[in-house]
C-alpha cells in the first residue's frame, strides 16, 4: 500500500525527522487559509499516487495566501497519468542549499533491509541507479541490530556530507530506519532530504510503501488507504479474496494461481492477442468466487472473450466447472467463453460444462490460440 | 538419491490439526511419506491420521526424531513456528503459508541461516521426489520419476510444466517450489547447486517470473558452476510495470525485474528460455 507523500512525512516526524510546517487542503479556500496560518511563501503539492506532479505541472509556489488559492484551483482537479487530484499539501517553502536522497527498501537479494544515500537528490533516484551508480553509497542492515550509527556515519561520509550537519544526518537516517521498521514498510524514503540556507537539514518530499501482508497489525496505517485512488474493480476483487490487475487488451482471463495466470497471459499475446488482466481465483473456486471474477473481468467493455485456465490439483476441476456454471446463471455473458480444465477430475469438470455454450480446449496453447481466434471474430 | 526429500525424510507437520494440516497430512501420508509426528500448541496427546500430536516441536523431536518439518499455520504465527522449528534442530524447513510480513521473513532468514536450518518457501507448494515422497500440497499423481530437476518460484505453474514433462515421459528427479515472496529461504541459486551435485539429476527446469534479480543470478551460476543443461520459463512478459501480480514478489519496481530482463540474461549464457509451458519437453529433448 502506497501512501501519500503528506501521510509519510507524518510518520517521518513522529520519529523525529524535522519536515516542513504545512497541512492538507481539500479546496482552495483551505490552501489559502493554511498558507495565511503559516506567515510564508507557500509550495502547493498535489497528493496522488504516482511520480512526476513537477512535471506534470501539480508542485506550485505560491509567495503569499492569495497566491496559494488560485495555484490550488489550478492543481485540485488536475489529471496526473489518470488520477484526479482531489488534495494538496501546503508546506512552507524552503530555501535550498542542497539535496540529498536518503532511503531505506528491502534488498531482495540480501534478504536484507538496506539504506542508501546519494548526492544527487531530488531526482528520481533510479535514474541516478542507472546513470552514475557511484553517487550511490548503501548500507546493508543487520535485523537484529538496526542501523547502527556508524552505519549512518558512512552513509555520511560517503556521499561528502559536510562535518556540520553529520550529527544531524545520523538522527535523521535512525529516525526514517526506525519509521521504515515501525510501519513494517517496504520502503522509505526522503527524496530530497534538503539543507536550508539557514542550515538546518529537512524532509521536504516523503514516500512510503507498506507492506500490506503487515497491515493485520497496523490497523491506524490500514485506515490511510485512499481508495479514491485505487481501481473500483481492483478494490472490489480484493474484497472476494481475489487478485485482479486490470490491463488494456481484449481477452479476459481468469486462472487458478498468480503463475500460471501470468503464464496464460503471455499466451494469448503469443497468438496475436492481449490479455484484458490478470485475475488469479486462488485455491478453490465456490461459485460466489467464480461470479465475483466473471462479473468484474466483464466489467471491462474491451473484453471481447474470456478464457478459462484451471490446473486442478488440490482445487478440483468438477468443483470449479460448478462454480463457472452457477456464475453463467448469474451473469449471463454476451462474449464467447473458452474453458480448459486439467488435473483432478477433470473429466467430471469437462462433462459439466459440456452443456454450456463453450468453447473447450485441451492444453493451455489451444485455449489460448481459440480465445484470440474467437476475440477477433475469426472463429464462430 | 534426488534432493532434499526422500523415502527416509521423517516428517513433523506444524500445524497438523487445522483444516489445510490434516487434509494435507492425509494426502502425504496417502502418497507414501513418512509423517511421524505433528504438532499444533494446546492439542498434545490427539491423533491425526494416525499421526500422534504434540504441544511442541521439541517434545515432537524428542518422541519421533524427525528430521524435516512442514509449515501449515496462519500467516502471523508462522514465523514463530520457524524459530521453534529450527531452534529443536530440525534441519529442513518447508513453510507453505503465504501472507508473512517481509520483514518478519527477513529476521527468519537471517536466524534461520545462522542456525544451518535450510529453508524452503514461504508461500510455496513444497518438494516433491516422485515415489518417494511428498513434502508439500502438489497434486502427486501428475509426477513420475526421472531425470528432470524442477525449481519454481510458482505453484500452480509447476504443475502445467511438470505435467507437460509428465505427458512427453519426461520424469522428475525432484520438484521445488521456492515460493512467489520477495524474501524467501533459499533461492534458484541454492537449488541449482543442489541438483548440480545430485547424480539423479540430468537436466534443470527453472521456472521464474518478473520481481527481482534472481534469475539473473541463477543464469550467472549456470554459466560459472553448471555442467547439467539448464531450460528456463519466465512469466509475466505481459505484466506492466507497478503492479503486484498476485504473488508478494511479483512485481516489476524501478524498471527492474521484467521478464525481458530476466530472458535476456539466461539467452546470454546459452540456456535456451521457452516461450510456452508445453515447449519445455521439446527444448529437453533437442539437448538429448
Known amino acids: 500500500m502506497r501512501l501519500h507523500e503528506y501521510q509519510s512525512k507524518r510518520i517521518f516526524a513522529e520519529y523525529g525527522v524535522p519536515i516542513p510546517q504545512g497541512d492538507v487542503a481539500r479546496s482552495a479556500e483551505e490552501a489559502r487559509q493554511i498558507a495565511d496560518r503559516l506567515g510564508k511563501p507557500v509550495v502547493i503539492k498535489a497528493q496522488v499516487l ?3 506532479r ?4 501539480g508542485i506550485l509556489l505560491a509567495r503569499d495566501p492569495a497566491e496559494a488559492e488560485v495555484m490550488a484551483e489550478r492543481i485540485l482537479g488536475m489529471e496526473i497519468k489518470g488520477l484526479t487530484v482531489g488534495k494538496v499539501l501546503v508546506d512552507e517553502a524552503a530555501d535550498i542549499v542542497q539535496e540529498i ?3 531505506v527498501v528491502i534488498d531482495r537479494a540480501a534478504g536484507r533491509p538496506v539504506m542508501m544515500a546519494s548526492s544527487e537528490g531530488g531526482v528520481d533516484i533510479e535514474e541516478v541507479a542507472r546513470l552514475t551508480p557511484e553517487r550511490i553509497v548503501k548500507v546493508t542492515v543487520d535485523p537484529f541490530l538496526g542501523l547502527r550509527e556508524y552505519q549512518a556515519r558512512e552513509l555520511a561520509f560517503g556521499i561528502g556530507l559536510s562535518r556540520a550537519y553529520l550529527r544531524d544526518f545520523v538522527r535523521i537516517a535512525r529516525g526514517l530506519y526506525a519509521a521504515f521498521l515501525g510501519s513494517d514498510a517496504t520502503l522509505a524514503e526522503i527524496n530530497p532530504l534538503v539543507i536550508t540556507a539557514a542550515g538546518e537539514l529537512l524532509a521536504l518530499d516523503g514516500k512510503m510503501i507498506i507492506d500490506d501482508n503487515a497491515l493485520f497489525r497496523h490497523p491506524d496505517l490500514a485506515e490511510l488507504r485512499d481508495l479514491a485512488e485505487e481501481d473500483p474493480y481492483e478494490q472490489e476483487a480484493r474484497l472476494f479474496g481475489l487478485s485482479y490487475v486490470r490491463l488494456d487488451g481484449e481477452i479476459g482471463c481468469m486462472v487458478n494461481g498468480a503463475g500460471l495466470a501470468m503464464a496464460t497471459m503471455d499466451l494469448t499475446k503469443l497468438y496475436g492477442g492481449a490479455p484484458a488482466n490478470f485475475l488469479d481465483i486462488g485455491g478453490g473456486a465456490k461459485a460466489e468466487k467464480v461470479a465475483a471474477a466473471l462479473r468484474i473481468i466483464l466489467s471491462d467493455e474491451n473484453v471481447k472473450a474470456v478464457l478459462f485456465n484451471i490446473f486442478g490439483g488440490i482445487t478440483r476441476c468438477d468443483e470449479v466447472a460448478r462454480g463457472i456454471l452457477a456464475a453463467l446463471e448469474e451473469v449471463k455473458p454476451q462474449v464467447p467463453m473458452v474453458a480448459r480444465l486439467v488435473g483432478t477430475n477433470e473429466e467430471e469438470g469437462r462433462a459439466l ?7 473447450t480446449a485441451e492444453t493451455l496453447a489451444e485455449a489460448a490460440q481459440k480465445a484470440v481466434a474467437l476475440a477477433q471474430g475469426r472463429m464462430a | 538419491m534426488s534432493i532434499l526429500v526422500d523415502k527416509d525424510t521423517r516428517l513433523l507437520v506444524q500445524g497438523i490439526t487445522g483444516r489445510e494440516g490434516q487434509f494435507h497430512t492425509r494426502q502425504m501420508l ?7 509426528a505433528g504438532v499444533t500448541p494446546g492439542k498434545g496427546g490427539e491423533w491425526v491420521a494416525g499421526v500422534p500430536v504434540f504441544d511442541t516441536v521439541r517434545e515432537a523431536v524428542a518422541a519421533t526424531g524427525p528430521n524435516t518439518a512442514i509449515i501449515y499455520v496462519p500467516a502471523r504465527f508462522a514465523p514463530d513456528a520457524m524459530y521453534e522449528a529450527a531452534d529443536a534442530g530440525i534441519e529442513l524447513v518447508v513453510c507453505i503459508t503465504e501472507g508473512i510480513p517481509v520483514l518478519d521473513m527477513v529476521r527468519v532468514k537471517a536466524y534461520l541461516q545462522a542456525k544451518g536450518t535450510r529453508l524452503i518457501g514461504p508461500n510455496c507448494p513444497g518438494v516433491i521426489t516422485p515415489g518417494e515422497a511428498k513434502v508439500g500440497i502438489m497434486p502427486g499423481h ?13 505453484g500452480t505453474l509447476t504443475y502445467e510444466v511438470v505435467h507437460a514433462l509428465t505427458m512427453a515421459g519426461l520424469g522428475q528427479s525432484t520438484a521445488v517450489g521456492i515460493g512467489g515472496d520477495p524474501v524467501i529461504g533459499s533461492t534458484f541459486v541454492d537449488i541449482l547447486a543442489l541438483f548440480e551435485d545430485d547424480p539423479l539429476t540430468d537436466y534443470v527446469v527453472l521456472i521464474g517470473e518478473i520481481g ?3 534469475e539473473e543470478r541463477a543464469a550467472e551460476f549456470i554459466a560459472a558452476e553448471m555442467s547439467k543443461p539448464v531450460v528456463a520459463f519466465i512469466a509475466g512478459r505481459t505484466a506492466p510495470p507497478g503492479k503486484r501480480m498476485g504473488h508478494a514478489g511479483a512485481i516489476i519496481e524501478g524498471g527492474t525485474g521484467t521478464a525481458a530482463e530476466k530472458i535476456a540474461a539466461f539467452e546470454k549464457v546459452g540456456v535456451r528460455v521457452a516461450s510456452r509451458p508445453d515447449e519445455i ?3 529437453i529433448r533437442e539437448l538429448g
Open chain 1, 50 to 52: 504516482v511520480g512526476g
Open chain 1, 54 to 57: 513537477g512535471k506534470a505541472g
Open chain 1, 101 to 103: 536522497y536518503l532511503g
Open chain 1, 353 to 359: 460444462l459440456a452443456g454450456a455454450d463453450m468453447v
Open chain 2, 30 to 36: 496417502e502418497y507414501g511419506t513418512q509423517v511421524v
Open chain 2, 142 to 154: 501428475i509426477h513420475i520419476p526421472g531425470p528432470v530437476g524442477v525449481v519454481s518460484r510458482s
Open chain 2, 212 to 214: 527481482g534479480t534472481d
Open chain 2, 281 to 283: 519437453p521439446e527444448l
